[in-house]
């Protein structure tokens, strides 16, 4: 007896999942793409962000704030309790989650994979928006931001099928 006819044909086409991995440190920023297993990554050239910082002395050159002293009621100089170095950092990082929530709203990826050293990596988890947490798939805390597309891939295929 022959099935009966159903309205899905086998012309439908199932929406690709992209994968972005975003890999990071204090100073750069680069965004690569997976568009499904066997695919591969490829650069995404729209979000590559570079910056140089400075070492702390050189970023904040004033003197040390000022200071109170409860018992003799001097006051004392003493150094900031932040280091201009990683402020400087922390504020590059902003940048670059800030390019990936844009390109986030407007739905350009559906999964994220966050590639970075062990302390940038954590400052990502805290800056991100509930939006990205949702869609990290996997992390690795390496320092990989000179690591060619091939050499990256290689060290991804435990989280993703390059």
Do not use: C
Request: aromatic share 4%; net charge negative; no cysteine.
């Amino acid at each position: 007896m022959p099935r009966p006819a159903t309205a899905f044909t086998g012309a439908q086409e199932m929406k690709k999942t992209v994968t972005w991995i975003l890999v990071a440190d204090h100073q750069h920023a680069r965004v690569f793409a997976n568009d499904g297993p066997g695919r591969g990554i490829e650069a995404v050239d729209d979000i590559a962000l570079d910056t140089h910082l400075e070492r702390s002395g050189d970023l904040d050159p004033h003197d040390p704030d000022t200071g109170f002293s409860a018992k003799d009621g001097v006051h004392h100089g003493y150094e900031p309790r932040s280091d201009p170095h990683r402020k400087a950092g922390r504020r590059f990082l902003k940048d670059a989650v800030a390019a990936l929530d844009a390109v986030e709203r407007k739905h350009g990826f559906d999964r994220l994979i966050l590639v970075a050293p062990p302390r940038a990596l954590g400052e990502l988890r805290q800056m991100l928006p509930e939006t990205l947490k949702q869609r990290i798939i996997g992390e690795l805390d390496q320092d990989l931001t000179k690591a060619t597309a091939p050499e990256l891939a290689t060290h991804l295929e435990g989280v993703l099928a390059v």
